[in-house]
T-cell receptor
Framework: NAGVTQTPKFQVLKTGQSMTLQCAQD?????MSWYRQDPGMGLRLIHY???????DQGEVPNGYNVSRSTTEDFPLRLLSAAPSQTSVYFC?????????????FGNGTRLTVT | GQQVMQIPQYQHVQEGEDFTTYCNSS?????IQWYKQRPGGHPVFLIQ?????EVKKQKRLTFQFGEAKKNSSLHITATQTTDVGTYFC?????????FGQGTTLQVKP
């Protein structure tokens, strides 16, 4: 199993551009989530999904959209990038979010918005 | 919403010294998870505590869950350079898994 795969690893955007961060897992996990990590602020939850067709907002959802059309994929979309979205983004999945199964993380995407 | 406060934010120790990080909540937690993130890496699951007063050990690491389920701690005995990284506690809130701010441990050889 590949686990949780995130692409790309690095991305530079200009203010106002849009892009999609990809996340895929091959563990048949129900729960998937996106976090951003900024220095001194830990990981903050952006959006999460408890199963295909279901998404919900986390702590910092503004400026981001998600969808969950399949169990395997959970892309994160930035519609109009802003410098404040410069961060490291992590996708994570778990067997079942409600029972707080351990999170499995991807390797992260380092995004810079200029 | 439910939040956990983690202290200290940073800790520098000499190799061989002990280290403890604390996680505190104003509300009762259903359970708590601990993760470690090495520099440049991603968080990796260490353990989950569920029961009041629970104590679990992993080699030199000891995890505790308070009797009131409002606090937790991670203690490392005789730190080694391989213990370097940031340690996070994670609590759940209606399906959301929320991270504490983390404690970054540096170990001087």
């Amino acid at each position: 199993n590949a686990g949780v795969t995130q692409t790309p690893k690095f991305q530079v955007l200009k203010t106002g551009q849009s892009m999609t961060l990809q996340c895929a897992q091959d563990m048949n996990h129900e729960y998937m989530s996106w976090y951003r990590q900024d220095p001194g602020m830990g990981l903050r939850l952006i959006h999460y999904s408890v199963g295909a067709g279901i998404t919900d907002q986390g702590e910092v959802p503004n400026g981001y959209n998600v969808s969950r059309s399949t169990t395997e994929d959970f892309p994160l979309r930035l519609l109009s990038a802003a410098p404040s979205q410069t961060s490291v983004y992590f996708c994570a999945s778990s067997y079942e979010g409600r029972n707080n199964s351990p999170l499995h993380f991807g390797n992260g995407t380092r995004l810079t918005v200029t | 919403g439910q939040q956990v406060m983690q202290i200290p934010q940073y800790q520098h120790v000499q190799e061989g010294e002990d280290f403890t990080t604390y996680c505190n909540s104003s509300t009762t937690l259903s359970n708590i998870q601990w993760y470690k993130q090495r520099p440049g890496g991603h968080p990796v699951f260490l353990i989950q505590l569920v029961k009041s007063g629970e104590v679990k050990k992993q080699k030199r690491l000891t995890f505790q869950f308070g009797e009131a389920k409002k606090n937790s701690s991670l203690h490392i005995t005789a730190t080694q350079t391989t213990d370097v990284g940031t340690y996070f506690c994670v609590s759940s809130n209606t399906g959301k898994l929320i991270f504490g701010q983390g404690t970054t441990l540096q170990v001087k050889p």
